[in-house]
C-alpha cells in the first residue's frame, strides 16, 4: 500500500443547521461525527472551533490521527478568500475551505450535470468537465430565489393583500391569516425577527397545495430557476438533479430534463474534493 493510500482524508459539510464529518482513506470513509450549527457568517469563532471538536470526534472514532491528513471544508456563510483562509489556518491540518455549494454539487452530481438546490436558501450550478460554475447563493436579504424563505415571505406578502382587499383571497392565505388569529398585525410584528428559516416554515403549505396563488409562486420560481439553468447552458434532456428539501416540488413546472436522484450528499461531496485534492499536483 502506497503512503497515498493510506492518506487520511477529512470531508466536512457544515450549515445553519449542524456540522457533518467523516474521516478516511482513499477505501472510503472510516467514521463520521455531527457537531452543532457551522454557518461561518453567523459566528466565525465559534464555527471554528465546533469544526475542529468534530473532526476530533470523528478522528477518535476512526482512530486515526489526523496530523498530516488532507481535507476539504465545506461551509454556508464562507463568502471570501479571506474567510476560506482564517479557517484554513486554525485547523491543525491540511485544508482547502469553500462555502458549501462546491460540496453539494460534488457530491450530488460526481460527474457532469446540472443542479438545483433549493432548500431554505436556493443556489443553480453546473458541472462541466470538472469545471463548475453557480448562480446564486447570496442569501435571503438579496438573493436566495425560489427557496423556501422566499416562497413563505412571498405568501405572507400575499395574504397581508388580501386582507387589504388588494388582491382576491385563497385557501392559502385564508389558512396562512388564521395561523396569525386572524390578526395581521402579527404578521408584521413576526416579519420583524423573522429569519430566512422561519420564513421557510410556510414552504410546505405550498409546495403541497393547488391553490391559484400557491401555483403562481411556484410558476415564478421556477421562471427563475429555468432561466438560470439557461444562462449556464442547460438544453432540455440534459442530466438535472434536484436536492434540498424543496428542489423535487418544482419538477413539474421544470422544462424537459434527463432527471436524476441525487447520488450522494453534501458531506459525500466534501470527501471526494479531499480526495480530488490529495491528487492535484
Known amino acids: 500500500m502506497s503512503t497515498l493510500d493510506r492518506q487520511i482524508l477529512i470531508g466536512a459539510d457544515g450549515g445553519g443547521s449542524g456540522c457533518r464529518v467523516a474521516v478516511g482513506t482513499r477505501d472510503g470513509i472510516l467514521a463520521t461525527a455531527t457537531g452543532g450549527p457551522a454557518n461561518f457568517a453567523s459566528n466565525p469563532v465559534q464555527v471554528i472551533e465546533t469544526l475542529k471538536e468534530t473532526v476530533h470526534e470523528a478522528a477518535r472514532q476512526a482512530d486515526v490521527d489526523i496530523a498530516l491528513a488532507q481535507a476539504h471544508i465545506g461551509l454556508a456563510g464562507v463568502m471570501s478568500a479571506a474567510d476560506a483562509a482564517r479557517i484554513a489556518q486554525a485547523l ?88 396569525f388569529e386572524r390578526e395581521p398585525a402579527k404578521i408584521t ?28 409562486l411556484m410558476t415564478q420560481g421556477a421562471d427563475y430557476l429555468t432561466r438560470s439553468l439557461t444562462a449556464l447552458g442547460f438544453r432540455p434532456g440534459d442530466p438535472l438533479c434536484l436536492t434540498g428539501g424543496l428542489g423535487p416540488a418544482y419538477r413539474p413546472y421544470l422544462p424537459q430534463a434527463a432527471f436524476q436522484d441525487p447520488k450522494g450528499t453534501a458531506l459525500d461531496g466534501a470527501f471526494h474534493l479531499a480526495r480530488q485534492a490529495l491528487d492535484s499536483p
Open 92 to 179: 491543525p491540518f491540511q485544508a482547502t475551505v469553500t462555502d458549501d455549494r462546491p460540496t453539494t454539487l460534488a457530491g450530488a452530481l460526481q460527474g457532469d450535470g446540472y443542479l438545483l438546490a433549493i432548500g431554505t436558501g436556493s443556489f443553480v450550478a453546473a458541472s462541466t468537465g470538472g469545471q463548475h460554475r453557480f448562480i446564486g447563493g447570496w442569501g435571503f436579504c438579496i438573493g436566495d430565489q425560489a427557496s423556501g424563505a422566499r416562497l413563505g415571505h412571498a405568501a405572507l406578502e400575499h395574504t397581508l393583500l388580501a386582507y387589504d382587499g388588494v388582491r382576491p383571497h385563497t385557501t392559502l392565505t385564508r389558512s396562512l391569516l388564521a395561523e
Open 189 to 216: 410584528a413576526f416579519s420583524l425577527t423573522a429569519t430566512p428559516a422561519d420564513y421557510a416554515q410556510f414552504a410546505p403549505q405550498i409546495t403541497r397545495s393547488d391553490d391559484p396563488l400557491a401555483h403562481d
